[in-house]
DNA sequence: CTGAAAGCGCTTACAG
DNA sequence: CTGAAAGCGCTTACAG
């Protein structure tokens, strides 16, 4: 091989194929003096390989810089080597949050994160899923709330027989299948503190009841409550939508209630922003007349006015967890690492709560 | 081909490959009756084939709903359906609204989106994205800002000859490759609000110099002021990192001044809510005692208190121009449809902006 | 432990 | 306007 200057070969190619053609497998065992089956064994960690022969071929392999086709290896696999994530959450910082911790568990492994934003609610959704999954034979996917609830979604997977995991607020699925996010935990953890500050009137602003989250942290205020021998009444317990606008609405009628409540958990952070405006119209003092927590601890609840308490999830190693979980289901169990999975809500405490006067 | 119930065919493929195998090009031309290559030219849209031929074709793909298997033909292409995103945003609503806007531009067409965040300031980053491009074979990448501006990066997509387009506030390159997005222009409808509110002590915090959007930003607000006969004063310029501490700083130092600002303009909406919170330390009173303007209408400018007034890039749009760029580059000049691919900045006027006292 | 043949589902280059 | 052959870069199934 004689060599070129670079500015040679660039000139030579502009508009055409790669550079220097890459090596394929036939290269390697040419090289190798093996046939090619010999290097696809040692691609696919096959133990059938003398360990000369294996070493050797690696050796060449760096040489040359040689990296399998993943198209190619695809094809004869009838797989991919895509991870797809399907989701419908409608908060950006979740949705990167997930992504990174995604592609950081596969960082080095060949996959790569195809995303796919969807909505429940328009009518060709499962077909649109189901085609995405085909077209793409994707190695498996990772599905976050509220897709993750949806077991028609999860009975198309099956039967297209691609790998999932499914993160959610509680168990849906066999655990090899599952990253439970403990939301229940969370809330309770908001309520022992709200408790422990002397709050008894606590009230509470559900998201939508079509999300399982919105149960579980309602559930998880009431034990934790329960636990302090408060009780969550229903009276002070009222349904929002996750948006920012049901946020100000539910305040508005807590407030305006004979006994307004000391203090309120809210669904999510962009409820709690929607409790201080309706607070701040009603003149009512956030801690003073009022203690507000949120959940998901998102980049605005620091920038609020007092900065908002609030529960938090460790979003990125969720997902990093599901796709490990997905990566580990094709992985022989003799040389699976053993780690764990677990979720475990906390609470960030700032200056949103505080004893009630 | 006799029915069967689908609960058999459940039953009978549980962990084997897909249920009713896919139609081939193979199934196709037998059906048809014609080679394999005229489906091919089907396939491919190519104009020599007889028209009778091509609807035959076109019914029975339709019948069997049939899909050519985009890795079979992404093998013998030597390229993917792929479409590259590769940023280094640390703003999720940014990433998460060009991702939206990319999808809405390949629905339908076939391609998938698949995500790269980087860090430039990584040792292996150029590596790192050559192995993400030259492995996936990309059909094309979408680049924002910072990496948009990177032309070491950009040289490597031309070397591996993978179409490219930039997202930056100035053009960096030719205009098919190009989504400008004339920052200057909206930080210039920033610089005329103030002015017509009256103020004429105005203030500049901007992100990092390494950012053009930062040179632009500031470019726009002087030559806005200018216009009006106000001069943007350089001691009223600092600089930011594009960061909420930094927001504190900077907006600290600038109300420390024996004659403080009585407006300012952030290059983000991330350290307007620094200067929200350096303002309240100070008992500086928003808008009464200062106005402040920033950039990016993220969602958190309507939460704050007062909602900031802020300039607004049509995010989701400049990520669905890029990618329809890239899709024209591949579709013969004949049949491309002529679009604008033209972004313009606008002000979202909100309670954090007004006279002077 | 290793290999020759056939195949994954498409396209290119050539021929007619 | 249409097709037979070879090939894209890998793996499977079989044989030894």
């Known amino acids: 091989m004689t060599s070129r200057r670079p500015d040679y070969e660039e000139e030579a190619d502009r508009g055409g194929g790669a550079l220097r053609k890459r090596a394929t497998i036939n290269d390697i065992a ?20 003398k360990v000369e ?14 990296r399998p086709d993943p198209q190619a290896r695809g094809l004869a696999f009838r797989r991919s080597f895509l991870i797809g994530m399907i989701y419908d959450n409608p908060n950006p910082q979740y949705v990167v949050n997930v992504q990174q911790g995604i ?22 959704f499962l077909d649109q899923v189901r085609t995405f999954v ?17 077991d028609d979604l999860v009975a198309i997977l099956r039967e297209l027989d691609c790998p999932y995991v499914r993160v959610a607020s509680v168990s849906l699925d066999e655990a090899e299948r599952m990253i439970v996010t403990h939301d229940a935990d969370g809330a309770a953890e908001a309520a022992r503190h ?30 934790g409550l329960a636990e302090q021998g408060i009780t969550l009444e229903d009276r002070y ?62 980049p605005m609840a620091a920038r609020l006015w007092p900065p908002l308490t609030s529960v938090k999830l460790p979003i990125r190693n969720m997902g990093r ?37």
Chains 1, 2 share one sequence.
Not at 57 to 65: P, Q, R, V, W, Y
Request: aromatic fraction near 6%; proline fraction near 5%.
């Open 30 to 49: 040419r090289l190798a003096g093996v046939s090619k089956k010999t290097i696809s064994r040692v691609i696919n960690d096959s133990p059938f390989v």
């Open 321 to 357: 967890f599901a796709a490990e979980k997905l990566i580990d289901m094709a992985t022989p169990e003799s040389e699976r690492r053993t780690r764990s999975h677990q979720v475990e809500p906390g609470l960030a405490v700032r200056g949103s709560t505080a004893s009630p006067r």
């Open 194 to 223: 709200l408790a422990a500050l002397g709050h008894t009137r606590v009230a509470f602003i559900s998201g939508p009841p079509s999300f399982r989250s919105s149960h579980e942290r309602r559930r998880g205020l009431a034990e």
């Open 237 to 298: 317990i009222i349904e929002g939508a996750y948006t920012f606008d049901s946020g100000v609405a539910c305040a508005r009628a807590l407030l305006a209630m004979d006994e307004p409540p000391t203090a309120i958990f809210t669904g999510n952070d962009e409820m709690a922003a929607g409790v201080y405006t309706a607070a701040r119209d009603a003149g009512v003092s956030i801690p003073d007349d009022l203690s507000v927590v949120g959940f998901d601890d998102s």
């Open 53 to 66: 022969t294996r070493d050797k071929i690696h050796a060449i392999m760096k040489e040359l810089g040689y």
């Open 134 to 150: 085909e077209q793409l034979k994707l190695f498996g996917v990772v599905l976050t709330p509220s897709v993750s609830e949806d």
């Open 103 to 124: 592609l950081e568990a596969v960082r080095e492994s060949g996959f790569e994160l195809v995303v796919h934003p969807c909505n429940r609610a328009d009518a060709g």
